[in-house]
């Protein structure tokens, strides 16, 4: 573990999207997922299930998704969000703009935004990559403590060296996750957490997001 403090590992934090081709030791691994499992749950149900894949069973699971974006396949995730409002859509285009700015791609690149997009699916090279799974017998309050875990295993992974990126792209296809991992249909994915050592030379890398000012999202009454 580094001597971070804990609002170092907040700020240190950011979604990488290049990663060396280095395992994590498993007994890393198993240490920064035994501290995540000390996240909060409303009753302490501890809802995630999740299901990390290493090695042959990474390669597959990429070989997969990469073959059924090439064949342009429908994406059928178990959960998906609505339409959101113009404020949020300006924050997604922001997000958009600072990621396509730090690869040198133009706004008006097609192609190129294709690209970038299709790196998801090669899961950005991640050695790892844990899905986030849930009992479909939950609702939203226990999706929300799956996040709770998701942000404290980040934050494990900062504390540990190493590098990460939550990707919802990751259940467009939850059907290949639950073939890989022997889960039933009652077993949904709600997103995937790449994971691995930064490779700093990926330009990807250099992109840094904003965070609204503190008054859009947060009001103190006394
Ligand atoms: C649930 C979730 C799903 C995400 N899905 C993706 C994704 O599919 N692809 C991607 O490149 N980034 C994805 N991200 C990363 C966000 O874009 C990123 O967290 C956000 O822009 C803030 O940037 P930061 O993580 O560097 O602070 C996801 C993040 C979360 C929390």
Not at 67 to 90: L, M, N, W
Not at 187 to 205: H, M, T, W
Request: aromatic share 10%; charged share 25%; net charge neutral.
């Amino acid at each position: 573990m580094t001597d971070m403090t804990l609002e170092e590992a907040v700020r240190a934090r950011r979604s990488v999207r290049g990663f060396l081709p280095k395992s994590v030791p498993q007994a890393l691994m198993t240490q920064v997922f035994e501290l995540a499992q000390w996240a909060p749950s409303g009753t302490n149900v501890q809802p995630w299930q999740v299901c990390v894949a290493s090695g042959a069973t990474r390669d597959a699971l990429r070989e997969s998704f990469m073959q059924r974006v090439r064949a342009k396949e429908p994406a059928t995730p178990d959960y998906s969000d609505g339409r959101i409002a113009e404020q949020f859509r300006g924050r997604r285009r922001e997000c958009a703009r600072v990621l396509f700015d730090a690869m040198g791609i133009d706004w008006e690149d097609k192609p190129g935004r294709a690209a970038a997009s299709f790196r998801n699916f090669e899961m950005f090279d991640a050695p790892h990559m844990a899905f986030l799974c849930m009992d479909d017998v939950f609702g939203k309050q226990s999706a929300a403590d799956v996040g709770m875990y998701t942000q404290t295993l980040m934050l494990a992974l900062t504390a540990h060296g190493l590098a990460s990126c939550a990707q919802g792209t990751m259940a467009h296809y939850p059907d290949v996750v639950r073939d890989t991992f022997n889960l039933g249909s009652e077993i949904k994915v709600l997103f995937g957490l790449g994971f691995g050592y930064e490779d700093v030379s990926v330009p990807a890398n250099t992109a840094r997001t904003t965070r609204a000012p503190l008054a859009e999202t947060v009001t103190f009454l006394n």
